[in-house]
């Protein structure tokens, strides 16, 4: 999708809806929650779910269970790129190969500095996604809590 992504109805409507167009209410608030921890994930990734959801959840009200899936994605792409720094750290980031038909000695980089790269930009990716940047934490907004959603209705009550 290209352009800004969408300003929230609720900003829209705090700075007097300035467009004139009408407000459309957005789908169903999610609630505030942790998702559940896949249990296969990694040891890396598994630490990185735990250490997300603690700052999402538990100390900013930003996550609900129905993030679990970017939040999966985001702990497995921090594995690849922990997986990939590993093995550069160890092994650096080129090699040395014979080149085709006897010609000299070529420097090549390992694949793994490509997937470090990509696995970085996709983690990034997602973190800003779930508002976790500090360049997302303005835009992002608590969660309603359970006890402000009504059971019956499926509606969030709003403050104020």
């Not at 700052?55 to 792409?77: F, K, M, N, W, Y």
């Not at 010609?103 to 790269?117: D, S």
Request: hydrophobic share 35%.
């Amino acid at each position: 999708m290209a352009g800004r992504r969408p300003k929230p109805v609720a900003l829209k409507a705090l700075a007097g809806n300035p467009g004139g167009r009408p407000l459309v209410k957005s789908g169903a608030a999610f609630l505030a929650g942790r998702p559940d921890k896949p249990a296969w994930l990694d040891e890396e990734a598994a630490e990185e779910w735990d250490r997300l959801a603690a700052q999402l959840c538990d100390e900013s009200g930003v996550l609900s269970p129905a993030h679990g899936g970017i939040l999966l994605v985001a702990c497995e792409h921090f594995s690849q790129y922990r997986c990939a720094d590993r093995f550069i750290k160890e092994h650096g980031t080129t090699y040395q190969s014979q080149g085709e038909r006897g010609g000299g000695t070529l420097t090549r980089e390992y694949p793994q500095v490509r997937q470090r790269h990509d696995a970085l930009q996709a983690y990034r990716k997602c973190l800003n996604d779930l508002g976790a940047t500090p360049t997302q934490a303005p835009r992002v907004y608590r969660l309603q809590q359970q006890e402000l959603y009504d059971t019956d209705t499926g509606i969030a009550r709003l403050l104020g």
